[in-house]
């Protein structure tokens, strides 16, 4: 689409000129008006940016930009000027000008890169908001929560409360049933999703970091803070705050995190100034809450705190023919990302995958499909074409949870070595934090190849 620009200058014979300049670019539409009336006139067509002279004959270039701000503040304005007094400039930028340019021997060189400038800005922009429209969509209840047993349909439920109101709201499940996607689910469809979604998985943080990672710190606060740094919090400012594993949060620090949660406010380390805070809070743990404040391992008054709206997810083993729906859903987007063909899962291959009782719940059971889809002929996910690594359920539960960390390694290192040992991209595929990788790579659990 070509690239509307509107010229405002009352000189018609430095218009044209500057129009012809501009023109050597095939993607510029120009349009010239020498009087501010004309121009107004023309305003509904909604330029993609006005370049405007600050000297017009029937209203001050001052008066104009505060209609044009008026009428269309989304426009960029670059204000060109015979004016060289620094405070003028000052002036009109702090109104709103997105430019100002001094007439001169350089005029259209300069405003040449003003506008690639302007352009380029306006093109991110567009693409960050396409992004969160696409996060939106990936987010949807419909796309995030996929199934239709009824305990997952009562999850369902209350992520859509919790997403039509700020309470706090507290997850809990089995590893891989999902948290951080309804986390991300009840923000992308609240009234905050245009604003930031910030994760810490409190446990993959070394303990003497935690508090530096979440406060930020000034200048000068330690050896080695170099330059201030915002924590976590201030960059959830008007979004949401999504504290996974929040049972792993050292004792002593949970005193400071009440704190934060009751006033809305906090201190820099190192720094004397109060920022004020806005945001969402949402946790996760796989441990109950209330078992480590009788245990002494976590503080009454701030597990009141956390607690907002309970949501439990169910294990996959108790979702019925969720597992068939999930299977279908990984089926399918496996084979568009990696632009194969349309797979079938056979009746038998069906069977093998609802007797199965998925440690790993959701996340298990998506590497198995996956795996599955590469194994196959192409044509059908058969049942030998299904792999189950861990042990029997018949074996005790510390059994089953040890083979789990093994088989989640196993699926890790399968795909580190499938993609070139990209670890941002095996998180992103499997759904879990690079952060977890890069630990299990440091404790030799995973070897790269």
């Known amino acids: 689409m070509a690239y509307r620009i509107f010229i405002v200058e009352d000189d018609v014979w430095y218009g044209e000129l500057l129009r012809h300049h501009l023109s050597l670019n095939p993607d510029y539409e120009i349009e010239l008006f020498t009087t501010a009336k004309d121009f107004l006139a023309q305003l509904y067509k909604n330029p993609d940016v006005v370049c405007l002279d600050f000297s017009l004959p029937d209203l001050s270039g001052a008066k104009l930009l505060a209609r044009i701000q008026s009428e269309n503040s989304s426009v960029p304005v670059v204000i060109i000027s015979g004016q060289e007094e620094i405070s003028v400039a000052v002036d009109l930028l702090k109104s709103g000008a ?34 969160k429209e696409q996060l939106e969509e990936k987010f949807s209840f419909s796309n995030s929560l996929i199934g239709q047993s009824p305990s997952l349909e009562r999850v369902t439920s209350l992520v859509q409360k919790a997403a039509r109101t700020n309470i706090n709201v507290s997850i809990s499940g089995e590893t891989g049933t999902g948290k951080e996607l309804v986390a991300k689910s009840i923000h992308f469809n609240s009234e905050r999703s245009k604003m930031p979604f910030v994760a810490v998985n409190m446990a993959a943080i070394p303990r003497d970091l935690v508090e530096s990672e979440l406060f930020g710190y000034e200048k000068g606060a330690f050896t080695g803070a170099a330059a201030t740094k915002k924590g976590r919090f201030e960059e959830a400012q008007g979004g949401t705050m999504f504290l996974d594993e929040i049972s792993e949060m050292d004792i002593n620090l949970q005193s400071k995190i009440l704190r934060v ?28 809450l209330a078992d480590e404040v009788r245990n002494g391992k976590f503080r009454e008054d701030l597990y009141y705190r956390l607690i907002g709206l309970p949501i439990e997810m169910p294990p996959l083993r108790n979702r019925g023919n969720d597992v068939l729906i999930l299977a279908r859903h990984f089926c399918d987007a496996f084979t568009t990302s990696n632009k194969m063909r349309h797979l079938e899962i056979t009746e038998d291959a069906k069977q093998k995958l609802l007797t199965y009782p998925y440690p790993g719940n959701v996340r298990e059971l998506r590497a198995v499909v996956e795996l599955a889809v590469v194994m196959s002929d192409g044509k059908a996910i058969r049942s030998e074409d299904i792999s189950f690594m861990t042990m029997s359920p018949d074996h005790n539960l510390m059994d089953r949870e040890k083979t789990l960390r093994k088989y989640t390694c196993e699926i890790i290192s399968f ?35």
Do not use: P
Request: hydrophobic share 35%; net charge positive.
């Open 261 to 288: 949660l009751q006033e809305r406010e906090l201190v820099r380390l190192g720094g004397n100034r109060t920022i004020r805070l806005d945001f969402r809070l949402i946790c996760a743990t796989q441990k109950s």
């Open 98 to 131: 997105t430019d100002y340019i001094i007439k001169g021997d350089n005029t259209r060189d300069l405003l040449w890169k003003s506008l690639q400038r302007i352009r380029e800005n306006s093109d991110l922009k567009r693409e960050v908001e396409e992004l």
């Open 415 to 449: 795909y580190l070595q499938r993609y070139e040992n990209n670890v941002v991209d095996v998180a992103r595929r499997l759904d879990i934090g690079k952060s977890s990788i890069y630990q299990m790579i440091k404790d030799k659990e995973i070897v790269l190849k």
